[in-house]
């Protein structure tokens, strides 16, 4: 396979690989050369990557990660079980959009991460404490984009169906479903994001373990590298989710790869 081929092939990770790497050469080179850093105060991205070498070789940030992992489980897999099928039943039945979607729309604008003490409080500072932040944070890109997907779907398709004596069950299954996939998986791209943020405020105000404690413990005490490098971690956490979507895009819905713009 020639050069160009390789690069026209793999040019998404090839370019944002490019970009990120870019990023800490800059950050290095500005800390280092141009603006003298204060290590109490700021980090540089040498000192992060040698604090990551030393957290992930250690085993306690593993468990920091696994704790927090299976609250995000619990909390995401609520959302997607309950918010999808919400999303296509507001977005199919027009009483039931009118009378869910201000009450729903109040709470998606509202900021949830502040109810996070008053969850503490009634479910505790354990699993399901966080469980229900994540799901409270997530739920609503799913409920939303589900709703959306259902509004585009072409009316043209249901009435086929409909004239070959299809039921409600087959207009579901044959032409919402497949409509609104692509819709469900930038909701899922959205809710990943929002979990995150759910763990890291949960773990926050009440916590002996977890990826968030560890980031309120490093940070502190002041060892911003270890903190950087933990937060690193959750960003490379959410940058596998995002790209896992996006070939189970391409698996599901074949159909969008000749729809993204070159």
Known sequence: MALKDICREYRRPILGGVSVIGFFLLWEWVST????????FFTQPSKIAAAAKELF???QLWKDLAVSGKAFLWGFSFAVILGIPLGIFMGWRRRVEYT???FLTALYASPLVALAPLLIIIFGVGLTGKAVLIF???????????????????????NVVRSFGGREKDIYCKVILPSILPYIIAGARIAIGRGIVGIIVGEFYAASEGIGFAISRFGDTYRLPEMFATILLLMIVAVIFTEGLRKLEAMLAPWRIGQETQ
């Open 57 to 59: 070789s250690g085993s």
């Open 136 to 158: 409270l944070l997530s739920v609503f890109p799913f409920i939303f984009n589900s709703f959306a997907g259902v509004k585009s779907t072409d009316r043209l398709l249901v």
């Open 33 to 40: 050369y141009v603006v003298t850093v204060d290590p109490f």
């Open 100 to 102: 869910l979607d201000p």
